[in-house]
């Protein structure tokens, strides 16, 4: 394996780091060397060669190369324990700046709606938490109802709104990494 860092284990996934070694591969087109560094994980090719992907892949590509520490923090493969097969994306958009760190996530068609992408995202805060993060953040588009149960689901609330240039707008959520520490029920969060 390229890494020696352990997958983060969630009850039915395996959160697999990509380093950069895997992330030049895929964007190389070397699907099955990247397998083999992985262990012999099933990469998702087709997936991973769409232009979202490639974008995604390269801008983090570029962040491990300007900092080698934040690669463990970027992309990771959620990889299905029983079958190897990786399902989507995910990780944090770079380390933990003021406590703080953004995430995000991909699950690939035809797995959306069995509850990988909420499992990941509470994988990926449980691990950032053990790792000083003690507030969460999450962009949304205002139409990806899917991701918008993710967060509101795991406690997340609005607190604003953004422009993305490659997105468009998104709307902006937070958490306290420890649950005790969220606002009151009742409270929108909602900001300007």
């Known amino acids: 394996m390229e890494s020696t860092q352990p997958p983060i284990a969630c009850p039915r996934l395996d959160l697999v780091l990509l380093g950069p070694e895997v992330v030049e591969l895929v964007l ?3 699907a099955a060397a990247a397998s083999r560094l992985l262990g012999g994980v099933s990469l ?3 997936h991973l060669a769409a232009a979202a992907e490639q974008r995604h892949l ?3 590509l570029a962040q491990m190369r300007d900092d080698t520490a934040v690669a463990a923090w970027l992309v990771r493969l959620m990889v299905r324990r029983d079958s190897g097969e990786g ?4 990780g944090f958009h770079g380390a933990p700046e003021a406590g703080m760190a953004e995430l995000g996530y991909r ?3 035809p797995h959306r709606g069995h509850g990988y992408g909420r499992e990941a995202a509470a994988g990926l805060m449980a691990w950032g938490g053990a790792r000083g ?3 969460f953040r999450a962009s949304v588009a205002p139409d ?4 918008l149960a993710i967060v509101r689901g795991l ?3 609005q607190v604003g709104e953004q422009w993305d240039d490659e997105d468009g707008l998104e709307l902006v959520f937070e958490r306290p990494a420890d649950p005790a520490a969220a606002p009151e029920p009742g409270r929108t969060g909602s900001g300007g």
């Open 44 to 46: 998702p090719a087709g």
């Open 144 to 147: 990806n109802r899917f991701s």
């Open 58 to 60: 390269s801008r983090r």
């Open 155 to 157: 406690g997340f609330l």
């Open 107 to 109: 699950v690939f068609a």
């Open 133 to 135: 993060v003690v507030r």
């Open 28 to 30: 190389a087109g070397e």
């Open 87 to 90: 399902i989507g994306l995910c």
